[in-house]
């Protein structure tokens, strides 16, 4: 919840899927066990609701792949040019010096 406030204060919403059945269960561990794993559509809806995004419950694969082409259409992407070969130069710098340092130590001189 803490995430999703300060999400929601970011101006980032967030999207809750539940998933599954109240008697949804994974089969798991050395024995085979069932482990009963309901989803938790409350705290989805809370969390959704604080962020200022929706949250939505599908107990089928046919009813989440309408709500995934529902919500592409919400997210996006923005993509920025950045200029990256500054960092690269000081990186070389510093493997550069490093390697000046190993040298000085293991020989006493450079080359």
């Known amino acids: 919840m803490t995430a999703a406030r300060r999400a929601g204060r970011l101006k980032i919403p967030v999207y809750t899927v539940a998933l599954g059945t109240p008697n949804g269960v994974v089969v798991a ?24 995004g929706s949250a939505y419950r599908v107990e089928d694969a046919a009813e989440l792949d309408s709500i995934y082409q529902r919500l592409g259409s919400r997210i996006g992407v923005r993509r920025v040019r950045r200029e990256v070969s500054a960092a690269f130069a000081g990186a070389g710098l510093l493997l550069l010096i490093g390697a000046l340092g190993t040298g000085l130590r293991w020989r006493g001189r450079v080359a």
């Open 29 to 52: 561990g050395p024995f085979q066990q069932a482990i009963p794993v309901p989803p938790d559509p409350g705290t989805l809806r809370e969390m959704a609701r604080a962020s200022g």
